[in-house]
């Protein structure tokens, strides 16, 4: 493959990306700004009727209530997924092209091991990271905030500094960052979207659902706020090699810039 061509390859990878990630994100943060917003309704209203949210855009006025139960068909419901993945398999070709195929991946002066290894070692941190993750949820562990959050960093600090010590430092950060849209993605697909078919199901039924689906739904999409601000900074990082993986402390800027990005989201879902 030709320079030329694989430049152009890459970019329009990229473009898609990028655009796949951007309406994902912003339809992730918008119905968790709706969710809030709910929230404070029901509390300044104590219940006694439906909270409504007014919006206004593009020149015309909105209003989104939320329901208790299903008033449509079931074909008539909108589903949003098709974005999660479009974005995952764009970052993986994207890390195929650029560290897999190229030569990005490893840094003999850091561990100096055969591509296949490496290319071995990327992928199964991906399938790792999301079962240590998905166990940990799905434990009394997940219950906990405070403690789920402390659990959530001390696996980042690990598995990122074990990522430092085997690629080269850009594609260890790339590679964080991997993980966490692996993570979100997963979050979407094999917990989100389940969990909300049986809802389905059971109001075209007319029986109840269970309430733990809805919650745990409700979790996976929260963490997913949380995972999507360090995403973006770790992928906007191999522009900035010196402030970034380049420093000599470069482990410990990755694992500040994860923090920092729980907290813009945590910013971000109460405004």
């Not at 919006?55 to 139960?69: A, D, I, L």
């Not at 430092?169 to 849209?181: D, P, Q, V």
């Not at 389905?200 to 659902?209: D, I, K, R, S």
Request: proline share 3%.
């Amino acid at each position: 493959m030709s320079s030329s061509v694989r430049e152009w390859l890459n970019l329009s990878v990229r473009w898609f990306h990028v655009f796949a990630g951007i309406m994902w994100v912003g339809q992730t943060y918008y119905f968790t700004w709706l969710d809030g917003q709910f929230g404070k309704r029901a509390n300044a209203a104590r219940n006694r009727e439906p909270p409504v949210v007014w919006m206004v855009h593009s020149g015309g006025f909105y209003t989104v209530e939320r329901q208790k139960s299903l008033g449509v068909s079931a074909e008539r419901v909108s589903w949003f997924r098709w974005e999660a993945l479009m974005t995952w398999l764009g970052g993986m070709v994207l890390l195929v092209l650029v560290y897999y195929l190229g030569s990005g991946l490893i840094d003999p002066d850091v561990m100096d091991i055969p591509k296949a290894a490496g290319i071995a070692v990327g992928l199964g941190a991906l399938v790792a990271g999301w079962l240590i993750y998905d166990r940990a949820a799905l434990s009394p562990l997940g219950e906990s905030q405070a403690a789920f959050a402390l659990f959530a960093f001390a696996m980042t600090a690990a598995i990122s500094w074990g990522l430092m010590h085997v690629f080269s430092r850009r594609a260890a950060y790339i590679h964080m960052g991997a993980i966490f849209g692996t993570i979100m993605t997963a979050n979407v697909w094999l917990r989100i979207l389940p969990a909300q078919r049986k809802m389905l199901a059971a109001a075209v039924a007319g029986a109840e659902f269970d309430p733990a689906l809805g919650a745990q739904a409700k979790l996976r999409s929260k963490h997913n706020t949380f995972l999507a601000v360090p995403v973006v900074f770790l992928m906007l990082s191999n522009h900035y090699p010196v402030a970034t993986y380049g420093n000599r402390y470069g482990w410990q800027v990755l694992v500040v810039l994860v923090v920092v990005g729980w907290m813009a989201a945590k910013l971000i879902r109460e405004a």
